[in-house]
Every structure is written in C-alpha cells, then in structure tokens.
Nanobody
Framework: QVQLVESGGGSVEAGGSLTLSCEAS?????MGWFRQAPGQEREGVAA???????WSAAFVRARFRISKDNAKSILYLQMNSLKPEDSAMYYC????????????????WGKGTQVTVGA
C-alpha cells in the first residue's frame, strides 16, 4: 500500500504561484498530479516516471512543472501564472506501470489539497 499526503494548497491571486508537495510512503513507477473542480470530472495535470520523463496537460504546459525528490520521496507541482480556472482540489496519485494522465489507471490516491485562485 502506498500512502500519499498532499500539502501546499491555499488561496492566491491571479498571476501568483504555489508549490504543492506530496509526501509518499514510497514512489511507484509513475507519479501524477490531478485536479477536480466542483461539478467537473477529475483531470490529469502532470505525471513523472521513475527515470524522470514527464507529461503535462496542454492547459498547464509552460505554467506548471512536476518534479520529485527521490531521496525524500516527495513529489512537487510548481504552479506559476495561476488563473481562476486553476481553482480545484489537487490530488497526488501513483500507479505501478506505464504512465499517462488517465485517472482511472492510477492505483493510489491522496486526499487532496485545495487551491483557490482569486480574480
């Protein structure tokens, strides 16, 4: 079983930055960030594999950056130029094989951290 605990969410003005962290009991092959706004489906934001290759959704590319600290088993999501539409609950997730941004294929989930971006 993999335990995931997110932190770093909060309220910020449009154009601001936040860095989310996810402490993992261990890393799996693929680690990802997802988000879900009220009334909307959960959507993939970014993912990273054990070798360091990354994927990101088109709507966050060049604004968000996923990274990880293997020694500390911490996953990060650096978010810049935040927009009101980025407001959502952000989740950390882990899967054992292959890697993409399909939520249904992830095996373990954290409880999330809320991000609110004011206009």
């Amino acid at each position: 079983q993999v335990q995931l605990v997110e932190s770093g969410g909060g309220s910020v003005e449009a154009g601001g930055s936040l860095t989310l962290s996810c402490e993992a009991s261990k890393f799996t092959y693929c680690m990802g960030w997802f988000r879900q706004a009220p009334g909307q489906e959960r959507e993939g934001v970014a993912a990273i594999v054990s070798g360091g290759s990354t994927w990101s959704a088109a709507f966050v590319r060049a604004r968000f950056r996923i990274s990880k600290d293997n020694a500390k088993s911490i996953l990060y999501l650096q978010m810049n130029s935040l927009k009101p539409e980025d407001s959502a609950m952000y989740y950390c997730a882990a899967r054992y094989n292959r890697c993409d941004l399909t939520a249904q294929r992830y095996n373990h989930w954290g409880k999330g951290t809320q991000v609110t971006v004011g206009a």
